[in-house]
Every structure is written in C-alpha cells, then in structure tokens.
C-alpha cells in the first residue's frame, strides 16, 4: 500500500494554450479512498491518466509512496485501472479475463488460479468464473473488471468512473459494494467521477475540480458544511444551494425585509448560500417567494419558487413538509436557519463567513 502525491502536477496537452490540469498539489492518504468530482472536461480523466503514466506530465511531479515516478512507464508503477468502458475479452471466461494480466506478468497457474479465486469470491462471482461475459448481467460484468484490477494486488486503485455503463438501481448497489471492498482491501484508491451524489457517498475525502483547478479538498462533510468557495457550493448537495445577491450589514446579511445574523467582515455586496433544508417558510419575515410549483417526495417536498431582489428575479428552492405545504402561486416569506448562512465574496466567489459552528 501507498501514499499517492500529485505535486504541481500540469498536464498541458500539445496544441492547446490552457492547461487541463493546472498545478495540482493532492496528497491521498495510505489506503485511503479519495474521489475526485467536477464537471464534464474539468480535467478529471487527465489527472488519473497522468497518475497511471497514461498521459505526459508537463510541470510538478507525482509520487507513489517516496517514489517519483513521474517518468516511470504504466507497468512499472504498480497501479491498476478501472476504465468506464471496461471491454472483458468475449472469447474468454470470467476467469481467464480475470487472471489475463497475471498471466501476461507470468505468473504460474496455480498462483493465477488461487488469486482469481479469491478476488471472485470477494465479488460473488464464484460460480460465474466458467462463463462468457455475454452470459453475464451488468453488474456481474462490472465486478469481472473490478476483479482484473483486484488479483494484481497492486498499491493503488484508478477508477475512471466505472458505474457509469449501469443503470441508476444497479449503479447504487454496486457503489456500496465498490466502497465496502476498498475498505476490506485497504487499497489507496483514486476514483473519478461527475457525480455529486457518488462522491459524497463513496469518498472518506473529495477533491472538487473546475476547469483544470483544485478547487478544494475535504471530507464530504467539509465540503457540505463548508465549501470555499462558490462553484464548491453550488456542486456539491442536491438540490443546489441557492445562491442570492446581498449585501453586508453589521454582523451579518441582508435578506429581504431581515436581516441575518452572519460571522463576516465584510461591507458591500455579497452573495449569500443556503441550502433548501436550511430555508423555514413563515408569514411576513425574510425574502418574499412567489411558488411556482411543489414537488411532493412523502414526507418531504420542495418549493420551487423564485424571489425578486433589486428588480431581478431568482429562482429558490425550498424544503418543505409534504403533507402541509403552501401551493402554486401563494406568495410566502423564507428565512434561513442562522448557523446554516453561508456568505461569499461578490466577485471572487470566495467564502467569507467561517466555519458552520455545531
Ligand atoms: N488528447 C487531448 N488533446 C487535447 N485536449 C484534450 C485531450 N484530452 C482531453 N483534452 C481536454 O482536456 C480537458 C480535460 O479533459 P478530461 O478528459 O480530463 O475531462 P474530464 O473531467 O474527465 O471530463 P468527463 O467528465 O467528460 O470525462 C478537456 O477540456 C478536454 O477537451
Ligand atoms: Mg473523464
């Protein structure tokens, strides 16, 4: 097992001006699963391929455990991939896809044989190990890839968002048995994905990543409680955080006809973050909402809605009860939970306010 160092790592690729990956500096934990988060080209893919030696590092250096191996070809890096489309050999049984690479590294059938056993019955893939993968569902499919990473024994997992070719119910199964068996592997782990949700979790930490930049690094928690900065707010919990123009007031926020308690320095405008479950709904306090519609979940619903604030108009969401709720086009007031306002700088987007206190 290791430690994995991304130090000033840069990935610029020929042709271009910008870099995808702009120096990167991450450290993940000996055996810790980390999960890497941001939007569609925001570098995710590059950075664990310049990690697997898939792709040329330009700047900064990248070390497993003490070892630089910035220069070090694929093979000799100790690592094992997870592809989103991983192709099992279809001429093959479970068993032969999944012993391929030990084979390759010769090592001698017995080994081979003891180490597929063990990974299949890691996945509950036992009594598949005779079969074609066109014999196979999915997920059972998915597992035979996971397999062919876990018999390699290797120091770090990549995986490239590998549930992604599932459907949504297999795709929740399979990520919690992905998450139970890196934790009963103690493998460090990377693991790609564009899904919030995943990350959240799957992750003992998330890195958030936009346009090539590291845009911060926590425990789900950190980022949910916390975020640094705007686009952290916005990416991370669903439905979004609204996000609200403002201004600072004396020891805190602007907010409709109130005014909200906030731990700030700051004077001028601002933007203001609250979640929808951090939103109360009451008669004549805080920022006036028009409803647009409610969507009823059982006990809980959300109010879609939107608020005008200096001639503009936003949307908001709200968290409210399922069974009692205001209705489509009722005007309402909200007022946020005080030790739930999050605060950020107008132009930069950067937090301001500290820490959540609980
Ligand atoms: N071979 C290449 N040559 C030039 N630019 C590239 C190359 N591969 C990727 N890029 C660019 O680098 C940026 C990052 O791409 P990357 O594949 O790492 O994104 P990603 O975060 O994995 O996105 P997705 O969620 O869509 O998989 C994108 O702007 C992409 O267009
Ligand atoms: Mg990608």
Redesign the pocket.
Known sequence: MATVTFDNAT?L????TKP??DKINLKVEDGEFLV?V????????????MLAGL?EVNGGRILIGDRDVTDVPPKDRDIAMVF?NYALYPHMTVAENMGFALKIAGVKKEERAERVLEAAKLLDLEQYLDRKPKALSGGQRQRVAMGRAIVRKPQVFLM??PLSNLDAKLRVQTRTQISSLQRRLGVTTVY???DQVEALTMGDRIAV?K??LLQQVGSPRDLYESPANQFVAGFIGSPAMNLLPSKAVSGGVEFGNASVKADIKATGAVTVGIRPEDLTVNKDKGLKVTVDVVEELGADGYLYGHVTIDGVEHNITVRVDGRNHPMRGDEVFVLPVEKHVHVFDASSGNRISGAVID
């Open positions: 990935r690729y020929p042709g271009t995808a990956v890497l941001g939007p569609s080209g925001c570098g995710k893919s590059t950075t664990l391929r792709e989103q490239d968002e790609v994905t564009h990543l346009d090539g």
